[in-house]
């Protein structure tokens, strides 16, 4: 028998011995080893005799055991054996460390009272005995150095294997905890086993496999050992504890043949180091996925652990009750006993009943219930709010798709989607990837959802190369960043789209960017990342330039910036029945800029020619085409003129209502077309095209012009028979040659010189058709004066004065001072100002720069003359101003009023009554958080100039500033001029006649700026009706550029040519280099910049327009103007519900105007005319009403010839007045001008 104190569940109780019969005794011997548990049998037993109540306890206290397995055969337990193994080997070698350090600290003691007193006596010693004494003490210290040398090397190599920093110390790691798993794993298989049971090592192979674990185990035991810097830390670790309690009774195991499961369940503890392993596989890279597995990793290692005691425990009972009062639980019931614990659910199927498992459940239940209560929540959320869009793009074969960052907000991405998918497109096959690093709120969710098949959102940064590598950057057709246009501080902003552009450029340098900028100054630093290549497709699109250019053309054009701006705006057409003026209005705002490649018929074709076939046959209207001169480089040209003859592959610009109407101007056939009347059945045609003879490309280039001289068929000689002889080469060459348009306009004015003119002398001499300077040209003459009085020696090109930029783009001067432009109140009011540009500007010191040279340069272009340029007056705070002025010390024609623009001293100074123009701009809109209050200045400058009242006396004077107008045309030439340009005024008694633009950050609050319309709050924009009077601008009509631009880069090439004035990417590079414009001397090569196109505003009340104004059509209109004047006529600006026959709204009723793009001047005025064209050109004074009440309304195509639009005269009474004022009209001084102005 076995002593009870010994015997774990066998023995007797009390310490008495238990003789077993010889039956029991076979019984149990025969007994299978993987009987569930002794306490099953006994309770069998127990109730299937009446013997004695101790032989049941003495079943359950037998070990199982085999006949193959010499084991004890009194079932005596061994626990304490295997728990001995481990408690000696931690305390016996915890008090080693203790004793070692002590021993050490006494030593270090000793050795340093004993230092201190050698070192006294070699002090007393002198130095004759030093180098007798030293020699025995430098050779220990060398031995001690070798010693401790060879110490740390090992050391160092020993940390090296065990912190990843080598291959081999990361296999090594990954391997041991891959081993401890594998280890916690066999754990599990026997956990079905006894608690303890014999087990024959060579038979056993779970046991030989743990064995072998653990002996590996062992060796990485010491590699650490030997790393460790402080030993007694190392030995306290919750790794050195696992495996001192599961290393040892291994080996015991082998020694007694038997298996005790014990504290092998501590292996599980290794899971807290799976985060770590992952980190060192590089799986794990985020935070959020590095604290996830921490806390799962966490949760299950203590969770695993406790069921593990649990397990021991209940298994094997409490040592005091000899184990008795044990019972069978099986390690997963344990797991699901510690869950429920841990919930505080408590079901009570399953509970502790030993003594030592509840007082383990009591204290485990405080920390299992905290760790509960935290870690799931946190892990719950970590899984929740795991990025949803943190996939990767998958991209589509035969699918392009474009990346869409920066400021991704419900507004942006609204606007942009709405642009980008518009139904007028063409079937749009491209894929719109989002990548922002927030994710979206609901209401942006549910906008990506209902586009669903079309776009996909991930989060991520643009500045993160992994996340540009998810949403293959690489293969993208563009990347489009948005900017923050009401972001506080417009500079970061801007630069944070440079970092995204560098970013994106880095990660793959060839993918095409079109990004947005606030300020116009930040453009430079683009050029200065090495990839960015604007040839390439890559553009800056910024508002701020683009937003001032807009509103000095309605400086020049009233309304032009509103009609501009709904050509590049896909919209829709919205039918309306009722007879207004929002009907006609919309008509034109469906219509937007489209480009298509113009057909082979057109090749040979003047412009003005393929500009009416187009218009009058295809119900198109085409305003430009782009020009490929000799050397390949393309340039946009808006009506040219009748000089330049359009190639093969040329690309047209159009205004159409859709993309499918364009394809008219592609597929047009003569052969096939000529004689249909329905533009609709203009498709593609079944003949088989040949784009050239060989007869007809020579007759073409012969009845066209010779691109060597430039003469007729007739007078030509240099086409002679090598030309001929090589027609095969010249068929090949034709398409893609070219000759530049200064070129040929030489070559044409050259040749028209020569032929009999029926100008008369005095003709002759007022176009600058006489002229005998030597320097004199058929290219200078285009820029010459009308004679005026006073205006010959301003204009008198002088070749030693620096009148325009280096460019020749605009007019410019020597920098001047501001303390020399700034006019007291006096001053202004003595200087007589009239036709001139008030800039009502708000800002401080404080404010961010806004740019005014955008808004100066369009106005200072070099298409027009000098004495043409509108004197430009600022109103602000000089504070603001100086700071500005850096950028606007070079411009003509500009003085400073000190004030503020809310002062109407300060604005009757200034004449405001007698403006062409008033502008409200405001440098402080962004400061404001609440976007209702961020116009407030802007509203209350309008309000307060609309509010006041002038004497009458001021409007029978008419200004003296000339007005913008062709050279030809101008009020001062009234014998050969068809219409004017700005109209003068006639008497302004209220300030509701003021002409004013106000720019406005949030479009709602153009409700405020006209109290008496009937705008509902909630009305887009557009539909206002002070946008449509081109009274307001916002600068978020300018969102619709970025698909425009992705779609066609020359749609942004051609608003920047028409708002801008001339800026070209040439002087972006100047002016970052330099910030200002440089002076240059005039040459042929920079005055012929001067050759373009410009925009003018013209009247249709009388002059040659005269018999249209009266019932006339859109379509008359623009042909007469088209075949006479070279004029292109895109859009019409007239008085709101004009048209309407009831009194009230004839009352109302004024006059009417259109707006023409005019070509160059020198074609124009060396062309010859009849004698009959010129007695037309009757010379008219034209007074303006100048009301806010005035729409654009651009070409509608599908009905635009015969327009059913009719312009209106205005009435009797108004024209009476007119007259009267003309009669008594006189001219008022003209301007003061600063002595050291061009």
Same mark, same amino acid.
């Given at each position: 028998?076995?002593g009870?104190?010994?015997g774990?569940g066998g023995?007797?109780?009390?310490g008495?011995s238990?003789?077993?019969s010889s039956n ?5 011997l025969?007994l299978?080893?993987s009987?569930?548990s002794?306490s ?5 037993s ?7 109540v101790?032989?049941p306890?003495? +079943?359950a206290?037998i070990?199982?055991?085999?006949m193959e397995?010499?084991c ?13 193994s481990?408690?000696?080997t931690?305390?016996g070698?915890l008090f080693?460390i203790l004793?070692?350090?002590t ?9 340093h009272c004993g230092?201190?007193?050698k070192?006294?006596?070699?002090i007393n010693?002198?130095?004759s005995?030093a180098d ?9 210290e ?5 010693e401790?040398?060879?110490m740390?090397? %090992?050391?160092?190599w020993a940390?090296v ?5 080598t291959l081999?110390? &990361? ?5 041991v905890?891959?081993l ?9 298989i026997?956990s079905?086993n006894p608690?303890?049971?014999c087990?024959?090592f ?14 590996f185990?062992l060796l990485?035991f010491g590699?650490?050992f030997i790393?460790?810097?402080?030993k007694?830390w190392?030995?306290l670790? /919750?790794?050195?504890?696992?495996d001192?309690?599961t290393?040892p009774p291994v080996f015991?195991s082998v ?5 005790w ?7 599980a503890?290794?899971l807290?180091?799976?985060?770590e392993?992952?980190q ?10 590095i604290k ?5 990793s966490?949760?299950i290692?203590t969770?695993l652990?406790?069921?593990?005691f649990i397990h ?6 409490d040592?005091? $009750?000899?184990?008795?009062?044990n019972?069978?639980?099986t390690y997963?019931?344990c ?8 919930s505080?659910v408590g079901?009570?199927?399953?509970y502790a009943k030993?003594?030592l498992g509840?007082?383990f ?6 920390g ?8 799931v929540?946190e ?5 929740g709010?795991?990025?949803k869009y943190?996939g ?14 920066g400021h991704i ?6 606007n942009?989607?709405?642009?980008f998918l518009?139904k007028?497109?063409?079937?749009v096959n491209?894929?719109? /990837?989002?990548l ?7 209401e942006l969710?549910?906008?990506?959802k209902?586009?669903?098949?079309q776009?996909?959102?991930y989060?991520g ?5 992994h ?10 057709d ?8 009401y972001?506080?501080?417009?500079d970061?902003e801007d ?5 995204r552009?560098?970013?994106i ?15 116009y100054?930040n453009?430079a ?7 960015w290549?604007?040839k390439e ?5 910024c508002?701020a330039?683009?937003k001032?250019?807009f509103i000095?053309q309605?400086c020049l054009?009233?309304g032009?910036s509103?009609?501009?701006a709904n050509l590049?705006?896909m &919209?829709s057409f919205?039918?309306?029945e $009722?007879d207004t003026?929002?009907?006609y209005y919309l008509e034109?705002?469906?219509? $937007?800029?489209y480009?298509?490649?113009l057909s082979s018929?057109?090749?040979g074709?003047s412009?003005p ?6 218009? %009058?046959?295809?119900k198109?209207?085409?305003?430009a085409i782009?020009?490929?001169s ?7 040209l808006?009506?040219?003129?009748n ?6 592959g040329?690309?047209g610009f159009f205004?159409?209502s859709?993309?499918?109407e364009?394809?008219?101007a592609?597929?047009?056939c003569k052969?096939?077309?000529d ?11 079944g ?5 050239y003879s060989k007869m007809?490309?020579?007759k073409r280039?012969r ?5 060597d001289?430039g003469?007729s068929?007739r007078d030509c000689?240099?086409?002679s028979?090598?030309?001929r002889?090589n027609?095969?080469?010249?068929e090949r ?6 000759v530049? %348009?200064?070129?040929?306009s030489?070559?044409?004015?050259a040749f028209e010189?020569?032929q009999?003119?029926?100008l008369?002398p005095k003709?002759?001499q007022r176009?600058g ?5 030597p320097?004199s040209s ?7 004066p009308?004679?005026i ?5 301003i204009d008198?090109?002088?070749s ?5 930029d280096s460019?020749g783009?605009f007019h ?8 020399k432009?700034i006019l007291t109140r006096?001053?202004a009011a003595?200087t007589?100002?009239s036709?001139?540009? /008030? *800039?009502?500007i708000f800002? +401080?010191?404080?404010?961010a720069?806004i740019?005014? &040279?955008?808004?100066v340069?369009?106005?200072?272009a ?8 509108k004197?430009? *007056?600022f109103?602000?705070s000089? #504070?603001?101003?100086k700071?500005e ?6 411009f003509?024609?500009v003085?400073i ?7 109407r001293a ?5 004449n405001i009554?007698?403006c ?19 116009d407030?200045e802007?509203i209350?400058a ?9 004497d009458?006396s001021?409007g029978v ?13 101008d009020?001062?030439s009234p014998d050969?001029?068809p %219409?004017?340009?700005m109209l003068?005024?006639?008497?302004i ?15 709602t609050?153009v409700?405020f ?7 509902d709050?909630?009305?887009e924009l557009y539909l206002?009706?002070p946008?449509?009077?081109g009274?307001a601008f916002a600068?978020?009509?300018? +969102?619709s550029?970025m698909s425009?631009t992705?779609?066609? +880069?020359?749609?942004?090439t051609l608003?920047?040519t028409?708002?801008?004035g001339?800026a070209?990417?040439?002087l972006e590079?100047l002016?970052?280099e330099?910030?200002?414009l440089?002076?240059?001397?005039s ?11 410009r ?10 327009f005269?018999?249209?104004g009266?019932?006339g059509?859109?379509?008359d ?5 088209l075949?006479?004047y070279?004029m292109l006529c895109?859009g019409?600006?007239r008085l709101?519900d004009?048209h309407?026959?009831?009194?009230s709204q ?9 707006v023409h793009s005019?070509p160059?001047?020198a074609?124009?005025q060396?062309r010859p005319k009849?004698?009959?064209s ?5 010379a008219?004074r034209?007074n &303006?009403?100048g009301q806010?009440e005035?729409?654009w309304?651009?070409?509608e195509?599908d009905?635009?010839y ?5 312009i ?5 009474h108004?024209?009476?007045q007119?007259?009267?004022y ?6 008022i001084?003209?301007?003061?001008e600063? #002595?050291?102005?061009?």
């Amino acid at each position: 028998g076995g002593g009870g104190s010994s015997g774990g569940g066998g023995g007797g109780g009390g310490g008495s011995s238990l003789r077993m019969s010889s039956n029991i005794h076979a019984n149990h011997l025969s007994l299978d080893a993987s009987s569930s548990s002794s306490s099953s049998s006994s309770s069998s037993s127990s109730s299937s005799s009446s013997s004695s109540v101790h032989e049941p306890k003495m +079943d359950a206290l037998i070990i199982p055991v085999t006949m193959e397995v010499p084991c004890d055969s009194r079932g005596q337990r061994m626990w304490w054996a295997f728990l001995a193994s481990s408690m000696v080997t931690f305390f016996g070698g915890l008090f080693i460390i203790l004793l070692w350090r002590t021993l050490k600290y006494l030593w270090t003691v000793c050795c340093h009272c004993g230092g201190k007193t050698k070192e006294a006596q070699k002090i007393n010693n002198g130095s004759s005995q030093a180098d007798g004494t030293l020699k025995p003490v430098d050779e220990k210290e060398e031995a001690v150095a070798a010693e401790v040398g060879w110490m740390t090397s %090992v050391k160092d190599w020993a940390g090296v294997m065990i912190s990843a920093q080598t291959l081999t110390g &990361r296999v090594l790691v990954v391997l041991v905890f891959a081993l401890s798993i594998g280890a916690l794993v066999i754990y599990f298989i026997d956990s079905s086993n006894p608690i303890e049971s014999c087990q024959n090592f060579y038979k056993d192979f779970t046991l030989q496999i743990d064995m072998a674990f653990n002996v590996f185990f062992l060796l990485y035991f010491g590699l650490r050992f030997i790393a460790a810097n402080d030993k007694l830390w190392f030995w306290l670790e /919750v790794n050195s504890v696992v495996d001192f309690f599961t290393v040892p009774p291994v080996f015991v195991s082998v020694y007694l043949n038997r298996s005790w499961l014990g504290l092998r369940f501590l292996r599980a503890l290794r899971l807290i180091q799976f985060s770590e392993i992952l980190q060192f596989l590089n799986i794990l890279k985020t935070s959020n996925s590095i604290k996830l597995v921490n806390l799962l990793s966490i949760f299950i290692s203590t969770w695993l652990t406790a069921a593990g005691f649990i397990h021991l425990v209940e298994n094997s009972g409490d040592p005091w $009750e000899n184990f008795q009062n044990n019972q069978a639980l099986t390690y997963w019931e344990c797991v699901y006993l510690l869950m429920v614990t841990m919930s505080t659910v408590g079901y009570g199927d399953v509970y502790a009943k030993t003594t030592l498992g509840r007082l383990f459940m009591v204290f485990f239940i405080l920390g299992g219930l905290a760790m509960f209560a935290s870690y799931v929540p946190e892990i719950i959320e970590l899984i929740g709010n795991r990025k949803k869009y943190g996939g990767s793009y998958s991209a589509v074969s035969g699918r392009k798709h474009i990346v869409v960052c920066g400021h991704i907000t419900l507004e942006s991405v609204s606007n942009f989607l709405k642009d980008f998918l518009h139904k007028d497109r063409d079937d749009v096959n491209v894929e719109i /990837v989002f990548l922002h690093n927030i994710s979206p709120n609901l209401e942006l969710e549910a906008l990506f959802k209902r586009h669903f098949t079309q776009v996909e959102f991930y989060q991520g940064s643009v500045l993160n190369p992994h996340d540009l590598a998810r949403v293959k950057i690489e293969s993208a057709d563009a990347c489009l960043i948005l900017a923050n246009k009401y972001c506080a501080d417009p500079d970061a902003e801007d630069a944070s789209n440079i970092m995204r552009v560098i970013s994106i450029k880095n990660y793959h340098p060839k993918i095409r960017i079109i990004t947005q900028m606030l300020q116009y100054h930040n453009k430079a630093h683009l050029l200065n990342i090495p990839s960015w290549n604007w040839k390439e497709g890559d553009d800056a699109i910024c508002l701020a330039e683009l937003k001032l250019g807009f509103i000095a053309q309605s400086c020049l054009a009233q309304g032009l910036s509103t009609m501009l701006a709904n050509l590049f705006s896909m &919209r829709s057409f919205i039918k309306i029945e $009722e007879d207004t003026w929002q009907k006609y209005y919309l008509e034109g705002v469906s219509n $937007e800029m489209y480009t298509e490649y113009l057909s082979s018929a057109f090749v040979g074709l003047s412009f003005p020619t393929v500009c009416e076939l187009c218009f %009058v046959k295809l119900k198109l209207l085409m305003i430009a085409i782009e020009y490929k001169s000799a050397n390949r480089e393309s340039r946009i040209l808006i009506n040219p003129g009748n000089h330049l003859k359009i190639q093969e592959g040329t690309l047209g610009f159009f205004i159409a209502s859709d993309a499918k109407e364009v394809k008219r101007a592609f597929f047009y056939c003569k052969a096939c077309h000529d004689d249909i009347t329905d533009p609709k059945r203009i498709k593609k045609c079944g003949c088989k095209r040949l784009i050239y003879s060989k007869m007809s490309i020579y007759k073409r280039m012969r009845r066209a012009c010779c691109f060597d001289c430039g003469r007729s068929e007739r007078d030509c000689s240099c086409m002679s028979g090598r030309v001929r002889g090589n027609v095969d080469t010249l068929e090949r060459a034709f398409p893609l040659s070219s000759v530049s %348009v200064n070129d040929c306009s030489t070559s044409f004015r050259a040749f028209e010189d020569e032929q009999p003119s029926t100008l008369s002398p005095k003709k002759k001499q007022r176009n600058g058709g006489m002229r005998n300077s030597p320097n004199s040209s058929p290219k200078l003459m285009r820029h010459d004066p009308l004679l005026i009085p006073g205006n010959d020696q301003i204009d008198n090109m002088d070749s030693n004065v620096k009148k325009y930029d280096s460019t020749g783009m605009f007019h410019w001067c020597a920098p001047k001072e501001i303390e020399k432009v700034i006019l007291t109140r006096s001053e202004a009011a003595m200087t007589v100002l009239s036709g001139h540009v /008030v *800039v009502c500007i708000f800002g +401080d010191v404080s404010s961010a720069l806004i740019g005014l &040279r955008n808004l100066v340069m369009p106005l200072r272009a070099s298409n027009f003359h000098y004495h043409e340029l509108k004197h430009i *007056v600022f109103v602000g705070s000089i #504070e603001y101003l100086k700071r500005e002025w850096e950028t606007l010390h070079n411009f003509p024609k500009v003085s400073i009023l000190p004030g503020t623009p809310l002062s109407r001293a300060d604005l009757r100074a200034v004449n405001i009554n007698l403006c062409d123009m008033c502008v409200i701009l405001s440098a402080n809109q962004n400061n404001i958080d609440d976007t209702s209050l961020q116009d407030k200045e802007c509203i209350l400058a309008s309000l307060n100039i609309k509010s006041m009242q002038f004497d009458d006396s001021i409007g029978v004077l008419q200004a003296n500033s000339q007005g913008f107008t062709p050279p030809g045309m101008d009020r001062s030439s009234p014998d050969n001029s068809p %219409v004017h340009g700005m109209l003068r005024q006639p008497s302004i008694t209220t300030g509701v006649n003021i002409p004013i633009i106000t720019e406005l950050v949030n479009d709602t609050n153009v409700q405020f700026l006209d109290q008496d319309d009937d705008d509902d709050p909630d009305t887009e924009l557009y539909l206002t009706q002070p946008f449509a009077c081109g009274t307001a601008f916002a600068v978020s009509v300018l +969102d619709s550029l970025m698909s425009a631009t992705y779609f066609n +880069d020359n749609i942004l090439t051609l608003i920047r040519t028409l708002v801008t004035g001339g800026a070209t990417p040439e002087l972006e590079a100047l002016i970052a280099e330099e910030n200002a414009l440089r002076g240059g001397y005039s040459t042929p090569q920079t005055l012929a910049n001067r050759d373009r196109c410009r925009v003018a505003q013209l009247a249709l009340l009388d002059g040659p327009f005269a018999d249209l104004g009266d019932g006339g059509c859109y379509g008359d209109l623009f042909c007469k103007a088209l075949k006479t004047y070279n004029m292109l006529c895109f859009g019409i600006y007239r008085l709101r519900d004009a048209h309407l026959s009831t009194p009230s709204q004839c009352t109302k009723s004024k006059k009417s105007s259109s707006v023409h793009s005019i070509p160059s001047t020198a074609n124009r005025q060396n062309r010859p005319k009849s004698r009959e064209s010129r007695d037309k050109q009757n010379a008219t004074r034209m007074n &303006r009403m100048g009301q806010a009440e005035k729409k654009w309304f651009t070409d509608e195509p599908d009905n635009a010839y015969p327009r059913n639009i009719q312009i209106k005269p205005m009435s009797t009474h108004m024209a009476n007045q007119i007259n009267q004022y003309k009669s008594t009209s006189s001219l008022i001084p003209p301007i003061r001008e600063v #002595e050291d102005e061009c």
